[in-house]
């Protein structure tokens, strides 16, 4: 299994950004994906997630500002967050999550992450 994300820099408020997160591998279906982060001196916290066939759910802080989509192919998922108006309270390290079901075993669905990508809104 492979967690691939990209898209983190730094913005001015108000301004955007597109988080993705590519999983990838053979052998297993990918269940939810999540993006979290965690801000300096915090810690981490669920963004928003979205199952495999497209149902949503967000942080109260993402709601209305963030958006997360999904595009499933045969060997591979990839997660994106666009993030609207952001502020300075979201600066954070986003980490990529998913919940990978191996289909064997008494406990076949394990949890994945991603290396985590720093997003600075600042002036």
Sequence with gaps: V???ASGGGWVQPGGSLTLSCVVSGIGFSINDMSWYRQPPG???ELVASITWNGATNYADSAKGRFSISRDNAEYSATANLTMNSL???????YYCHAIIDFGLGP???KNRW???T???VSS
């Design 107 to 109: 406990n076949p669905r």
């Design 118 to 120: 720093q997003v600075t």
């Design 2 to 4: 492979q967690l691939q």
């Design 42 to 44: 915090k810690q981490r």
């Design 114 to 116: 991603g290396q985590g």
């Design 87 to 93: 502020e300075p309270v979201d600066t954070a390290i």
